[in-house]
């Protein structure tokens, strides 16, 4: 659910609120990046 969210726009920040997590650390183990994201967001710093 929460990659689904942040892959329609909604910030972590939000999401994190939404999970009622104190860490953002605890949402980010929610959140799944595929190898195609990841290389996008590679390209995107080159």
């Known amino acids: 659910m929460a990659t689904h969210l942040v892959g329609e726009g ?3 920040g939000d999401v994190q609120g939404l999970l009622c997590h104190a860490r953002l650390s605890t949402t980010a183990g929610y959140l799944a990046v595929s190898e195609e994201e ?3 967001a590679v390209q995107r710093l080159r």
Do not use: A, E, G, I
């Open 10 to 12: 909604v910030s972590v």
């Open 38 to 40: 990841l290389r996008q």
